[in-house]
């Protein structure tokens, strides 16, 4: 399948992985390039430039399609060291960096002197056009839909993807509800150029997440995520468990007084003992509402093969046989 996203980073398929704290280490980043997709290495989960040096090059020895590397801008009692990171995304031969979070702008001259492509994550229009505007290559479109920080807006994707379409110039990618071919075709059909999948590349072998997680997934439905944070207008969709339910209770109870210092047990250093530990339950970690549609846990190519096989299917058979009607 060619689309312009295919043709903008040199990849096979119109599938971008996302950049997933703790989770989108070289192993998944370089499963999903060599199965024709776009792998992202997660850029803050390593912390230092040169354990994100060790990390890439790990990544470019188990993969030799093109991957990229996410970097995520939000506000931090001690901020990573951004001009550290981005010397080793050069200096590294990086193809594509995701950026997502604050606006990028700051570091777009050097990456577009060193030929990167920047795809921005957005959770609106405005965003969109904004990142546009500033440079970017591509953006991600983010619905409400969506695992992690959709924004405050919450528009879902079906309003979104077509809004997009009606006002960008440059391509751009679904994210957020993004779990098969059925996804893949309705995003080509609102506009977008592909799409942009996080938590349903969770739950595949590759993943390397503790076991735990991924069942959690396949077990997880629909109605299995909560919003926190909204007080703070820094909304995140996570899976509920027991530490999110304690959260959102002491959001209930201290209103408008709620401070971040007030929820830090349930949010601090929770990723490595999810992810690393497989301990669920041990407080917030992001997951989209696709959980619903996630039901076993396959090989990255396997995913890949059977989302391309779907969706030629949806377009050469359904689609093709509702019009011939």
Avoid at 79 to 96: A, H, N, Q, R, T
Avoid at 154 to 179: Q, T, Y
Avoid at 184 to 207: C, P
Avoid at 262 to 284: F, L, N, R, S, T
Wanted: some cysteine; hydrophobic content about 40%.
């Amino acid at each position: 399948m060619k689309t312009r996203i295919t043709e903008l980073f040199g990849i096979e398929h119109p599938i971008i992985q996302g950049g997933m704290h703790f989770v989108g280490l070289a192993e998944l980043a370089s499963a999903v390039s060599n199965a024709g997709g776009l792998g992202i290495i997660t850029g803050l989960t390593q912390g230092t430039p040169e354990k994100l040096a060790d990390e890439i090059a790990r990544c470019r020895e188990m993969a030799d399609k093109p991957f990229g590397v996410n970097m995520t801008f939000l506000p931090a009692v001690r901020p990573p060291d951004y001009p550290g990171l981005f010397k080793v995304i050069v200096e590294s031969g990086v193809e594509v960096v995701e950026t997502a979070g604050n606006n990028p702008s700051q570091w777009l001259p050097m990456l577009k002197e060193a030929g990167i492509k920047v795809i921005h994550k957005c959770t609106s229009v405005r965003h969109a056009l904004k990142a546009q505007r500033i440079g970017c290559d591509a953006v991600s479109v983010d619905g409400f839909e969506c695992g992690g920080h959709p924004g405050e807006d919450d528009v879902p994707n079906f309003i979104l993807l077509p809004r997009a379409a009606e006002e960008l110039e440059i391509p751009f990618v679904s994210s957020g509800g993004m779990a098969d071919g059925r996804s893949l075709v309705a995003s080509l059909a609102m506009g977008a150029e592909g799409m942009n999948m996080g938590t349903r590349f969770i739950a595949t072998k590759e993943a390397p997440v503790h076991e735990n997680v991924k069942q959690a997934l396949v077990a997880a439905s629909e109605l299995d995520t909560r919003l926190i944070m909204r007080p703070l207008r820094n909304t995140e969709r996570v899976l509920t468990n027991a530490g999110v339910e304690r959260l959102l209770e002491k959001e209930r109870a201290l209103g408008s007084e709620l401070k971040f210092e007030d929820i830090i047990p349930e949010v601090a250093g929770i990723y490595p003992k999810v992810m690393q530990e497989g301990d669920v339950d041990a407080g917030a970690w992001s997951c989209g509402m696709v959980a619903g549609l996630i039901h076993d846990v396959p090989t990255v190519k396997e995913l890949v093969d059977r989302i391309m096989s779907e969706a030629d299917s949806i377009i050469t058979q359904r689609l093709a046989s509702i019009q011939a009607s």
